[in-house]
């Protein structure tokens, strides 16, 4: 008889326990709760619901004229410049969180690195409340932004 590890009464749906099967039930040894898995048999794995239509746009698929303003604005370099910059824009920074209906406009977005906007400890998302006092971020109180967002003098880096 086959023995899974991990297998238990609680891994098998309700109608039949680890006998039905072939399982052999017993009491999950210490350190073995992390690997338990739910019976293969009883669970089979889910097919993947995620496909190219259910998958949100891209500010480049959504507005790629502005994504060109953005680059073009950045010279196709990032434009916060933090300490250990990568340089490279790969992503698209909204100001004003697409959440708070934060729009795809070029004074919204900000060309970054994936170090400056998301990696490094001076990143965008995490300096915290010090993103808000150089304009990276802008609260949704404050309304959608007007004027680009320009790299102030005493910026580290």
Known sequence: MARLVGTDDRYHRSDHGAAACGTEARRPRPRETERMRPCPECYPPAESTLTASSRKPSTAERAPDVWAAVLRRSGSTCEIRA????????KPHHRLRQGQGGPDTAEN???????????GPDSVHGMGARAYDLGL?????????????????????
């Open 83 to 90: 300490p250990r910059c990568w340089r490279t824009p790969v």
């Open 109 to 119: 977005i900000v060309a970054a690195c994936d170090w400056c906007h998301t990696i």
């Open 137 to 157: 971020l802008i609260r949704s109180t404050d309304g959608p932004p007007t004027t680009p967002w320009t790299r102030p003098e005493d910026f580290p880096g």
